[in-house]
């Protein structure tokens, strides 16, 4: 079982839907990060948090400690969000990431 | 400020033949990261550097080497590249702070390397 599970794999939206990714951790951490992917490659960290919410734009991340559970939202959503978002766990030295393997967002029109 | 640079973007090696990848960054980070990305698999950790002229096995270290001179630049090396490295290397760094403050890993590019 990997340590951090991500779900869905693939999801698809109408422009407008609001979406919700799961992130699903089995070790203990000392931060969570939500990063986004662009089909061109290029990684870009979303969020960091360590407990409770935190809300940029149309994005909102949530985690929970004790339930070992973050979920990032998409409100409002359009086509430039789509790309693979990808959950990942701090834990141990050195700030080292664990990363799910991603959600690829397609938002169509 | 360019933030994190990796050379080159692209390579095409065959099986044996050696290289060396070069991430640079300019926000005077100690930590740095190289990572695989493979199809199906998140990203997973090669080797990292907490700081200048240390660096350390992460995950997957088999088959790479790596050196920290500067603190600017984190090289990767492949002594005898192999088929099973093929694979989108990204190399990242952060700061690191006091202890328990949170700070951002910020990525490169990325390499995209195929063994033939």
């Known amino acids: 079982k990997n340590e951090v599970e991500q779900s869905p794999q693939n999801l698809t939206a109408q422009e407008g839907e609001f979406i919700t990714i799961n992130c699903s951790y089995s070790?203990?951490?000392?931060?969570l990060h939500w990063l986004q992917q662009h089909p061109g490659g290029g990684i870009v960290s979303l969020f960091m948090?360590?407990?409770g919410k935190k809300k940029h734009g149309r994005l909102i991340a949530t985690i929970n400690i004790q339930e070992k559970h973050s979920s990032l939202h998409i409100t409002a959503s359009h086509p430039r969000d789509s790309a693979v978002y990808i959950c990942?766990?701090?834990?141990?030295?050195?700030?080292?990431?664990?990363f799910g393997t991603g959600t690829r967002l397609q938002v169509t029109l | 400020n360019a933030g994190v640079t990796q050379t080159p973007k692209f390579r095409v090696l065959k099986t044996g033949q050696s290289m060396t990848l070069l991430c640079a960054q300019d926000?005077?980070?100690?930590?740095m990261y190289w990572y695989r990305q493979d199809p199906g698999m998140g990203l997973r950790l090669i080797h990292y550097?907490?700081?200048?002229?240390?660096?350390a096995k992460g995950e997957v270290p088999d088959g790479y080497n790596v050196s920290r001179l500067k603190k600017q630049n984190f090289l990767l090396g492949l002594e005898s590249a192999a088929p099973s490295q093929t694979s989108v290397y990204f190399c990242?760094?952060?700061?690191?702070?006091?202890?328990?403050?949170?700070?951002?890993?910020?990525f490169g590019p990325g390499t995209r390397l195929t063994v033939t």
């Open positions: 990242a760094s952060s700061y690191s702070g006091r202890l328990g403050s949170l700070y951002e890993q910020y």
């Open positions: 070790v203990g951490i000392s931060a």
């Open positions: 948090l360590s407990s």
């Open positions: 990942a766990v701090r834990s141990g030295t050195a700030s080292k990431l664990t």
């Open positions: 926000m005077n980070h100690e930590y």
């Open positions: 550097s907490v700081g200048e002229g240390t660096t």
